[in-house]
């Protein structure tokens, strides 16, 4: 089972998350049918969004990497207790090429928090690298005001899919010896791939951090919370002349979910439910 560590050093003064997420984003990979390229880059913003998840106390975030290189972009949806599932826009990249050529060196990085209270933030910042974990660092300095040393890490071959992130956070009333430790640290860390390759994730933190203090562990996997209900709403957002159209045709239409590949058959009543759905708004938008 893949997992997060949520620990403390100095008092709280420094945060630390380690996230081992290879299992959940193989299978996000796998059933994207994604190249080594495209599983690397977007396990490694699939390993940040989790953590940053799992940095909530409730919701949900939607966090988008959006730029110029081939990729397109990449789209996330996590929430607080671990469930993660994600996407490429463009899935059928074939070339390989270096993570940051394929994300692009020009673009942003949005989170929209969406805290279950019908409150709804967002933030954005500009991508400075495309290697994903410069580009966060960046995110938490300039949109959190929370200066953060991010690594990510993932090794995508036949053999072996690793994957994670770990996270690193000088909190409110940190002081300069903390500054001058998370700067140290980003320098010597050793690669993020080999310490979750040990398996001992709590081993790891406890010898890279010898005074930490684990606070929590928490689950990490894949879930994708589609359901025929919502593309049935999403038929009712066509233009009426379409879904008449589709209906008139009597035969059921398949509809695909771009997070997870599941197919869905909207058969006649569905269709009709979806008409209703969009004559009731007309209605009510007339009325
Ligand atoms: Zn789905």
Not at 8 to 14: A, C, N, V, W
Not at 131 to 156: A, T
Request: with cysteine.
């Amino acid at each position: 089972m893949d997992k997060i560590y949520r620990c403390m050093l100095d008092d709280g003064r420094i945060r630390i998350f380690l996230a081992d997420t290879s299992n959940a984003c193989k299978e996000i990979c796998e059933r994207h049918n994604l190249n080594t390229t495209s599983s690397d880059a977007l396990s490694r913003v699939l390993s940040i969004s989790a953590i940053m998840g799992i940095m909530q106390k409730a919701g949900k975030l939607t966090i988008k990497v959006e730029a110029n290189g081939p990729l397109k972009g990449i789209l996330c949806d996590v929430d607080y207790e671990g469930n993660i599932r994600g996407l490429v826009y463009n899935s059928s990249l074939n070339e390989e090429m270096p993570v940051e050529k394929a994300i692009g060196d020009k673009g942003l990085i949005t989170v929209i928090r969406d805290l279950e209270m019908r409150v709804q933030n967002f933030s954005e910042t500009e991508l400075i690298s495309g290697k994903i974990g410069e580009d966060f660092s960046y995110y938490f300095k300039e949109s959190e005001q929370v200066p953060s040393v991010v690594l990510v890490g993932s090794q995508v071959d036949k053999h072996e899919f690793i994957s994670g992130a770990l996270i690193l956070q000088l909190m409110p009333g940190y002081k300069e010896e903390n500054v001058l430790y998370a700067e140290h640290f980003a320098l010597q860390a050793p690669k993020l791939v080999d310490i979750i390759k040990t398996g001992d994730l709590e081993g790891a933190l406890k010898e890279l951090f010898p005074d930490i203090q684990i606070f929590s562990t928490h689950d990490v996997k894949f879930k994708c919370n589609c359901e025929k209900g919502r593309f049935i709403a999403g038929l009712a957002t066509l233009p009426l002349k379409d879904i008449q159209e589709i209906v008139n045709d009597n035969k059921p239409i398949e509809v695909t979910c771009n997070f997870c590949n599941r197919k869905y058959q909207l058969d006649t009543s569905d269709q009709l439910m979806a008409l209703n759905m969009r004559l009731e708004r007309d209605t009510k938008k007339n009325a």
